[in-house]
């Protein structure tokens, strides 16, 4: 049986130089007949005619092969306005417009985000002119604006018209650039931004009766978000942000960009002459993201196959559901909504992880005077003896009805919780505890995550009152 290159995956050579096509003579290596005009993987000469066929071929068989997307689906497609958002808008637009045989079948509706209130006052105009240039194509666009994360609120996204304008809640402004004010690093804001960004497109989407959502990821920014997010504890949900159809919530989540490449995709914008817009939300100083791109596009410039090795490893990562099943866990992360990690017992990393930042912040004699240090507790086991000290937070009298912090219960025996940052930690995975270390005040978070923690500790609650009487 042969086994040369099984995977698809090219040996990784270096190439010192890149082919020069500006004497224009270089003819296209597919037809043999035009000049070249675009150089791929450094060696490969292709026509104006040959990439375009080429590039869309890929994008088309991106979506044909998966057979996920039917006639008459109605998909809401994420527009930041960046080179990947615009460039599937611009092919989207084209594939409508084919002939019928070719013509795609399912319709698209737009939604932009804004992030305004994150950049300078500027960022408005540019929001606006994304709406306006969506519109100009003859598709219909939604647009909100990001500090609507904030709210417990329904959201419900504004169709985009010359008359649109956006109310802003001051509040929820404020409540936002408080927010991210408040994480101590670069990398924490950045992380903290894509949760929001893609908890208001669940939102959103289920709000306008959407199940299935379109994402602009490329194959570039996939290889460098798979290798970002292990450095960031994000390694349990590698699958969910590489594989063609991801779930977050009700929603499915598909990326019909993953097979090209970021360079590719600029040869396309700069032959169609593509509009773009891009605001950089990353905040002050360099990020854990930020420094992996720049890694990998190093990488990538002496090694052409670097990409597609790192890509094509991800392909071969289980999913996170069928993980799910096998561990017959149902608890989702309170942040970023995806099945939670941290359940791995005391013989793992994340237990040694936990005794050593304990440590770390303790002193010399708190260290002497513990006689068992396999004993130190999980912020799971913090939540459960603050509540058996307290009584509930009402102690003998049962609860408060739910304000402020409260659960929301009544009777005199029903406990309540304090919205306490163990207790917050208890109900997030890994990677978003890692962002909750970095926030300086707990009370911070946004309106749902802080209802969500305090729902699914009370539903650990009940479950351990009752457990003892299930069979």
């Known amino acids: 049986m042969c086994s040369v290159d099984p995977d698809e995956i090219t040996e990784m050579i270096k190439d010192t130089e890149e082919l020069d096509i500006k004497s224009g003579e270089i003819l296209c290596r597919k037809c043999n007949e035009d000049i070249a005009e675009v150089v791929l993987r450094k060696k490969d000469p292709y026509c104006k005619k040959c990439f375009l066929k080429y590039f869309i071929h890929k994008f088309r068989a991106t979506i044909g092969k998966s057979k996920m997307i039917f006639p008459n689906d109605r998909v809401l ?22 002939d019928d045989h070719k013509k795609f079948r399912f319709v698209p509706y737009f ?22 240039h969506v519109s100009s194509k003859n598709f219909i666009c939604y647009t909100v604006s990001i ?14 018209s010359e008359q649109t304008k956006h109310i802003v809640s001051e509040d929820l402004k404020f409540k936002l650039q408080e927010l991210f004010n408040s994480c101590s690093s670069s990398s924490a804001r950045e992380d903290l931004l894509l949760q929001l960004r893609q908890d208001m497109i669940s939102r959103c989407a289920e709000s306008l009766g959407f199940t299935k959502v379109f994402v602009g990821d490329n194959a570039t920014g996939l290889a460098v978000s798979l290798l970002s997010s292990v450095a960031q504890g994000r390694g349990a949900h590698l699958a969910s942000k590489v ?21 590719e995709i600029d040869a396309y914008i700069s032959i169609n002459n593509i509009s773009k817009f891009q605001t950089d939300n990353s905040g002050q100083g360099e990020s854990i993201g ?26 071969k990562l289980a999913s996170e ?60 086991k913090a939540v459960a003896n603050s509540s058996a000290m307290n009584g509930g937070c009402c102690g003998e009298g049962g609860c408060c009805g739910g304000g ?20 917050v930690e208890s109900c997030l995975c890994y990677g978003c505890r890692v962002i909750l270390r970095e926030l300086a005040e707990v009370d911070k978070l946004p309106s749902v995550v802080k209802k969500a923690a305090l729902t699914q500790e009370k ?11 299930l069979l």
Do not use: W
Request: charged residues 20%; hydrophobic residues 30%.
């Open 321 to 380: 559901n069928k993980m799910d099943s096998e561990s017959g866990s149902n608890d989702n992360c309170a942040l970023c909504g995806r099945i939670l990690d941290t359940d791995q017992g005391l013989a793992s990393a994340l237990h040694a992880t936990v005794v050593s930042q304990q440590m770390s912040v303790s002193n010399r004699s708190t260290i002497r005077s513990n006689e068992a240090v396999t004993e130190v507790s999980s912020p799971e």
């Open 111 to 132: 939604l932009h985000i804004d992030e305004c209130c994150l950049t300078d006052a500027n960022a408005k105009c540019i929001s606006l002119d994304i709406c306006k």
């Open 147 to 160: 500090e609507q994360s904030m709210s417990s609120d329904p959201i419900t996204p504004l169709q985009y």
């Open 243 to 263: 594989h063609f159809k991801s779930l977050h919530g009700q929603t499915e989540n598909y990326r019909p960009m993953r097979e090209l490449l970021i360079n």
């Open 404 to 423: 402020g912090g409260g659960c929301g219960t009544s009777g005199s025996k029903a406990p309540c919780l304090e919205l306490t940052k163990p207790l």
């Open 290 to 315: 930020q420094c992996t791109e720049k890694f990998v596009l190093g990488l990538q410039s002496e090694f052409p196959s670097t990409i597609p090795t790192i890509f094509r490893t991800g392909d």
């Open 459 to 469: 539903r650990k609650q009940m479950k351990n009152e009752i457990k003892d009487f």
């Open 77 to 98: 497609v994420s527009v930041s306005g960046g080179s990947s958002s615009m460039t599937l808008l611009h092919l989207l637009r084209g594939a409508l417009d084919e």
